[in-house]
């Protein structure tokens, strides 16, 4: 079974500064994907990036990045110039790919993120 | 249209009422879940839709009856349910083949409150 950990359940950050999430997994599959969801107070959840594991680059999209080290199954997320937006519950989450045509994600328990002006 | 819409957005019922939650999409996704959701917690999977069959679901109560009627709608029918179901339920949708067959698209999700 895949289980996803998330160590830290609440964090703050200045805003404009960097905070970084961490994320371990634990599985025995070579083929899968990774995922970090941020769900605001407003609890609409909304996919932030996603990461292949056969794909070495660690995945990027604007502010957010990943450091994904595949040996160490550790799946971090990095936020640059916090905004006050970001304030949310984000969620690391492991997915692997499905012969049945259907694909359950395993989430992490959660890190409660809270940008101070 | 990129969006998974789910209605109502808040409910309160009765442990005798019969009432539906609606989840609908227009992104051509052919497989649907209802996830339940306490708060602070992640979610839990209860139910999969792949191409309007039911796939998985994973051992919830009778008291909690999916439908999928079409590719586009999701429903989750509910009677007789306890105060300890109150919780966010979340609906999501992916394509089934192809393309982005990882992403899972998110509702806002309906806060219910069982009386």
């Known amino acids: 079974a895949q289980t996803v950990t998330q160590s830290q359940p609440e964090m703050s950050v200045q805003e404009a500064e960097t905070v970084t999430l961490s994320c371990t997994y634990d599985t025995s599959e070579s083929n899968y994907y990774l995922f970090w969801y941020k769900q605001p107070p407003s609890r609409q959840m909304i996919l932030v990036i996603r990461q292949e594991a056969y794909k070495q680059q660690n995945a990027t999209e604007n502010r957010f990045s990943v450091n994904f080290q595949k040996a160490a199954k550790s799946f971090s997320l990095k936020i640059s110039d916090s905004q006050l937006g970001d304030t949310a519950m984000y969620f690391c989450?492991?997915?692997?790919?499905?012969?049945?045509?259907?694909?359950?994600?395993?989430f992490g328990t959660g890190t409660k993120l809270q940008v101070i002006p | 249209d990129t969006e998974v819409t789910q209605t109502p957005k808040h409910l309160v019922m009765g442990m005798t009422n019969k009432k539906s939650l609606k989840c609908e999409q227009h992104m051509g996704h052919r497989a649907m879940y209802w996830y339940k959701q306490k708060a602070k917690k992640p979610p839990e999977l209860m139910f999969v839709y792949s191409y309007e069959k039911l796939s998985i679901n994973e051992s919830v109560p009778s008291r909690f009856s999916p439908e999928c009627p079409n590719s586009s709608l999701l429903n989750l029918h509910l009677h007789a349910l306890q105060p300890e179901d109150s919780a966010l339920y979340l609906c999501?949708?992916?394509?089934?083949?192809?393309?982005?067959?990882?992403?899972?698209?998110f509702g806002p999700g309906t806060r219910l409150t069982v009386l």
């Open positions: 999501a949708s992916r394509h089934a083949r192809g393309l982005d067959t990882d992403t899972q698209y």
């Open positions: 989450a492991f997915m692997k790919p499905d012969s049945g045509g259907y694909q359950k994600v395993t």
